[in-house]
């Protein structure tokens, strides 16, 4: 109780601050952000004060204030008006190469919608409005940030769990817990929680993640030693669940549907499995998923939910279960008995998709 005390304190001293700072300036706005403002902070967190105005310059300078870092930023008010308006410009495709923001630039943006605003002349508002009304512009970004991130630690960690130098488990190890991090930090993305900041990503987990979501397994993976026992199968177990989550988010969170109704966290003991060695990304018009210096596939969105979907289940089940989920969002609202048999069909025969055998072959 005396953390959250502190961390109540730091905020309501950076707004002070903020405020000062504004006047003195001739700020036409200013907000405070960061972990202790969105709910996440300690009492070691600092805090960050943006002021915005027509000033000709941007500077970023810190000061403190007792022990209390304070990071004060200068942004030009056209700098956040390019940035809201590339934020809800068009939309990511699968054949359009390039980040369209950069990480800076999406994190900005995310402290600008979810910032406490402590003087405004009427910027800020417009600019949060805006945002606003397109909510799932931003989201996508978060969540593409994170999905891409993931999907290099799990090539970095498959890479190297293949590797014939058994020095190279512990880096495989150290990716293999990033993939999981920034999996973690997508599906919270899939929640509504965008806050950009890693190491919260448990604290994001707790209070946004999706009802069902064995917590307890993702803590566990991250703090035990994935080497101790069987390494190759600890290193599995990582990049499984890393790609559980992808897909999660790649799927119903990229849609805008509530991740809570995702069926399959844990792998079953069915025959139907999809292959480990694939990792999604989500765009506006496919899901492609992509094998680390292998193979790319180009996937409409329900295609790829039943992908995600056979996690160790039936033909059958998995059925069921995409049949439960067309009802969730409107993407998958064509999805029948007959065409879910027909997309398995059409994943088995490009190994996508294995019976537990490992023997590909027609449902």
């Given amino acids: 109780m005396t953390v959250i005390s502190s961390v109540r304190d730091r905020v309501r001293l950076g707004r002070s601050i903020a405020s000062r700072l504004a006047a ?3 700020a036409d706005a200013a907000f405070v952000a960061g972990s202790s403002v969105v709910g996440l902070g300690s009492a070691t967190s600092d805090i960050d004060v943006y002021l915005v105005g027509s000033s000709a310059g941007e500077t970023r300078r810190q000061m403190f204030a007792d022990t209390i870092r304070i990071d004060v930023q200068h942004l030009r008010l056209d700098t956040l008006e390019s940035l809201v308006g590339r934020v809800l410009g068009p939309g990511l495709c ?3 190469a390039g980040q369209p923001l950069s990480d800076r630039e999406i994190a900005l943006a995310v402290r600008l919608r979810t910032g406490d ?4 002349n009427g910027v800020l508002v417009t600019l949060r409005e805006r945002l606003d009304e397109h909510p799932l512009r931003l989201a996508r970004l978060v969540m593409n940030n994170w999905m891409l991130a993931a999907f290099f630690a799990a090539e970095d960690c498959l890479g190297l769990a293949r590797s014939d130098d058994p020095n190279d488990l512990d880096p495989a190890a150290l ?3 990033r993939a999981l991090v920034c999996a973690g930090k997508a599906l919270a993305a899939a929640g509504g929680d965008l ?3 890693e190491k919260w990503v448990w604290r994001q987990l707790a209070r946004s993640g999706p009802d069902g979501f064995p917590f307890a397994d993702f803590q566990r993976l991250l703090r035990d030693d994935p080497l ?10 990582l990049t499984s669940f890393a790609q559980t989550c992808l897909i999660a988010t790649a799927t119903l969170g990229w849609q805008g549907a509530d991740v809570s109704h995702w069926p399959a966290w844990r792998p079953g003991s069915g025959p139907l499995h999809r292959s480990p060695a694939f990792f999604p990304r989500a765009y506006d018009d496919m899901v492609t998923l992509v094998e680390p210096a292998g193979r790319h596939f180009r996937l409409p969105p329900r295609s790829a939910l039943v992908w995600g979907l056979s996690h160790g289940l039936s033909p059958q089940t998995a059925t069921e279960y995409a049949l439960n989920l067309s009802k969730v969002a409107p993407t998958f609202a064509a999805l029948t008995e007959r065409r879910c048999r027909g997309i398995t069909t059409e994943l088995r025969e490009a190994g996508l998709l294995t019976e537990q055998d490992g023997q590909r072959g027609a449902m």
């Fill in 117 to 120: 605003v402590v003087t405004d």
């Fill in 195 to 197: 806050y950009f900041g």
């Fill in 24 to 26: 003195s300036t001739d």
């Fill in 228 to 237: 101790a026992v069987d390494p190759q199968a600890g290193l599995t177990a």
């Fill in 94 to 96: 699968s054949d359009h």
């Fill in 175 to 177: 990716a293999g817990r």
